[in-house]
């Protein structure tokens, strides 16, 4: 009897508890995370494009648990307000400028002096710049969407000695080289990024760093001469979650965030390679002309490129220089 008794209240539990069960993933099912995103490249840009794939693929991988609407680009949050409206919470997620996390963290800035994603994912520097970023902010930085794209810089002006031909030339600046700018003798001139063709279309600028693609996508072919050799300044398009959103993701819901995201930088950095040689190539039908130094030379610039820079965070950063220097240097 007693036997009877105990295992019809333990079938009774164990239904109850599967109703149970099912009615807590009913709820959720019908009450989804819905968060809010940007970008600060415009949709027509190919980072953008990239951003919006990986925002696709997490919904699909979510089975509707997470959805999310984007907004737009620079026209809906400029670039430079954007770090604050993620962090305020008036969006959840974006992708940002790393140059913009820099005054929450200054050494993020040697983000930009990796030039591979095993330098950046596989080494365990993004592990280092989410703890950097959540340390001092409201944000959680997941990665970036193109952590081997590296820039150029583009001229109206031929020079042939780095040394000596760049003084007195005003070159369009943002945190991420404007020592390397003053190292060359040039002057750094602020300039948004969507006027930097009538900048250079009337003399503001005499030139700016870019990708390759960028040149292309935004039409500003007509005002550039030069494309420098060689390439400098990584990644710089990061994908970015306000911190107490990112805390009240279920943790399966994290999972795939970070997953989609590893497994897209891994499709992304081959193409990267490839637009950036077909780019050029475009770049050269259409009349732009390569600057290339001498060997001694071209290690003289770009050494500059990276030294300059490295000194500039580590004076504003220097608690948390020991902590990334490896990575930049290898030791």
Not at 224 to 251: D, E, M
Request: proline residues 4%; positive net charge.
């Amino acid at each position: 009897m007693k036997k009877n008794a105990f295992f019809l209240l333990s079938t009774i539990v164990s239904i109850v508890l599967a109703l149970s069960t099912l009615a807590l993933k009913e709820v959720f099912a019908a009450s989804p995370v819905e968060i809010k995103a940007v970008a600060f490249l415009p949709t027509t840009a190919h980072e953008t494009k990239f951003f919006l794939e990986f925002i696709e693929d997490v919904q699909k991988r979510s089975q509707g648990q997470l959805k999310i609407k984007f907004l737009g680009g620079p026209e809906v949050i400029s670039g430079f307000e954007m770090v604050d409206a993620l962090e305020s919470g008036v969006v959840q997620m974006a992708m940002v400028a790393t140059t913009y996390l820099e005054k929450k963290a200054p050494i993020i800035s040697s983000n930009y002096l990796i030039g591979s994603l095993a330098g950046k994912r596989k080494s365990g520097f993004y592990d280092v710049m989410a703890e950097l970023v959540e340390a001092k902010s409201e944000l959680r930085f997941l990665g970036e969407i193109n952590p081997n794209a590296g820039m150029h810089m583009f001229t109206n002006f031929v020079a042939r000695n780095p040394r000596t031909d760049f003084k007195g030339k005003k070159i369009r600046t943002i945190g991420t080289y404007d020592r390397f700018i003053e190292g060359l003798g040039g002057v750094g001139v602020v300039v948004p990024r969507m006027d930097v063709y009538p900048g250079m279309e009337r003399g503001v600028i005499n030139g700016f760093f870019a990708m390759p693609l960028q040149i292309l996508e935004f039409g500003l072919v007509d005002v550039v001469k030069y494309i420098v050799q060689p390439q400098l300044y990584w990644g710089g398009c990061s994908v970015t979650f306000n911190l107490g959103t990112w805390k009240k993701l279920p943790k399966d819901i994290q999972k795939v965030v970070q997953d989609t995201l590893h497994e897209k930088e891994q499709k992304w950095e081959p193409l990267y390679d490839k637009m950036e040689r077909d780019a050029v190539e475009k770049l050269r039908e259409k009349g732009v002309k390569e600057i290339k130094f001498s060997p001694e030379d071209e290690k003289w610039f770009f050494n500059l490129a990276i030294t300059t820079e490295w000194g500039d965070a580590v004076k504003k950063d220097p608690v948390n220089a020991d902590k990334v220097k490896k990575f930049v240097f290898g030791n």
